[in-house]
């Protein structure tokens, strides 16, 4: 079962797949948790933490097939008595997010602010199978440790480290599991939590399957002299579409790094406050905004394919590697420029919580000024077909008749996930790469709380 909606909680957020919308306020419905006893006799972090339950059960589908309901209340009762003796709002977004450890979602968050500080050792790793190799290209860490295999740090060994690491941190799948201690292993803030360190100025030993030893010292501002070798065609491209023709080669590159155009960018920019609503669209209007959103979708298409034709281009490499996701009402435009009329599509399952209906009004104002896209949807069986019936489909003039190629890595999050399981479960193009590091099923649109004590 494929849900549609999932619960984003906290301000400020920085969104990771359009800057524009550098912080969205919020939405702050009314539950009728808070008129009851408990709530009045409650401190502002209980009251925030009751509402937040409140509004986690409302707007989330299937929070107890995750979490059952009797270790639900349970913890919840234990997180009460926690929040009594709290002092920050620091602590109560750390217990806030060890709470929702056991939905193992990532995409239900805690954005609070945080004051805590953390330091970086100058070391990059990346996990070949079972094995974690130091991939850092520096001069802090000498030539002959490149590619080595890492055994433990401080004593303590890698499998002890990953068994910490998931009673501490939550974690969608094995490989989130495995991309996250990578990428955190070079921070102090993550190596105190696991308790292979107690203070940020502490050095690490990093000890190898082959017995060397690699101690390093952290930096105060996490800046190294890191330099990775990259291939200048392939290379991470900080746009949120760009194509390239190679032509001894036969081949368009497509490299699609976030599902977000001009027309979900407008989107977007209405869950704003109204002052800033106006200033992002204003930036839309001139031309001026960030990564790429000045562009419409089919736009970017129809200018492909046309260069395309031109050289008669018979193959596509559509990389979806740097991917975090977007809006997936861009699956449909860009589906049918590769080729497809139809694919199998997923049930899902839509609750139109408080949340849900606050948000949908603060941009029913905008669907007169944006093109939606719309889709007909059969659910008479679990074969259901989703027909593209876009706008931007009509738009699209030209349409790649050759052979696609697909790629994905561990990075390829969100939306973009939803249309590599869509690609795969229906063999419309050859897929190559690595597992992502989030399940299949999850939930599509962004619902943004904001709590009514702290703010967060």
Not at 112 to 121: E, I, K, T
Not at 199 to 227: C, F, P, Q
Not at 265 to 274: E, G, H, I, R, V
Request: aromatic residues 12%; negative net charge; contains cysteine.
């Amino acid at each position: 079962m494929f849900a549609k909606y999932f619960l984003l909680v906290g301000v400020p957020f920085i969104s990771m797949t359009n800057p524009l919308v550098a912080q969205v306020e919020g939405f702050t419905p009314q539950y009728p948790i808070q008129s009851s006893e408990e709530y009045r006799n409650a401190n502002p972090y209980q009251q925030d933490f009751l509402y937040y339950c409140a509004a986690l059960v409302d707007s989330r589908p299937n929070v107890y097939q995750e979490f059952p309901l009797d270790e639900f209340e349970k913890q919840k009762q234990l997180v009460l008595g926690q929040l009594s003796q709290c002092k920050s709002n620091e602590e109560f977004s750390s217990t806030l997010t060890k709470f929702i450890y056991p939905l193992k979602d990532s995409h239900t968050s805690i954005t609070g602010s945080s004051s805590s500080s953390s330091r970086s050792y100058p070391i990059r790793c990346k996990w070949f199978g079972d094995s974690l190799h130091i991939v850092t290209l520096t001069t802090q860490v000498p030539q002959e440790f490149w590619g080595a295999v890492v055994a433990s740090v401080n004593h303590v060994p890698l499998p002890e480290i990953i068994k910490r690491a998931s009673l501490r941190w939550r974690y969608e799948n094995s490989v989130d599991e495995k991309i996250s201690i990578a990428l955190n292993l070079s921070t102090t803030g993550f190596l105190k939590s696991l308790d292979v360190i107690q203070h940020d100025s502490d050095k690490i030993a990093i000890e190898m399957v082959d017995s060397r030893t690699l101690t390093l010292a952290s930096n105060s501002n996490g800046e190294w002299n890191v330099k990775f070798i990259n291939h200048p065609v392939t290379e991470r491209k900080f746009i949120n579409f760009e194509y390239e023709i190679i032509k001894d080669k036969n081949l368009c590159y497509l490299q699609f790094n976030n599902f977000v155009d001009k027309r979900v960018a407008k989107m977007y920019a209405d869950f704003l406050p109204f002052w800033k609503r106006q200033f992002a669209k204003t930036l839309l209007f001139l031309g001026l905004a960030p990564q790429g959103v000045n562009r419409y979708l089919d736009d970017f298409l129809n200018d492909m394919m046309a260069e395309i034709e031109e050289n008669k281009i018979e193959n596509l490499v559509l990389d979806l590697r740097f991917n975090s996701g977007g809006s997936g009402t861009l699956n449909d435009p860009l589906l049918y420029a590769l080729g497809v009329d139809a694919y199998r599509g997923f049930s899902s399952e839509k609750r139109e919580s408080e949340l849900y209906k606050m948000q949908l009004s603060s941009i029913s104002s905008a669907e007169t000024e944006t093109d939606s896209v719309s889709v007909s949807v059969s659910t008479a069986s679990k074969d259901s077909v989703y027909r593209i019936r876009a706008n931007e489909v009509a738009e699209i003039t030209k349409r790649f008749q050759g052979k696609v190629y697909c790629v994905i890595g561990d990075w390829t999050y969100s939306s973009a996930n939803l249309f590599a399981t869509i690609v795969k479960d229906n063999k419309l193009f050859t897929g190559v790469g690595e597992p992502t590091k989030q399940k299949p099923s999850h939930f599509g649109e962004v619902l943004f709380l904001r709590l009514p004590n702290t703010l967060i």
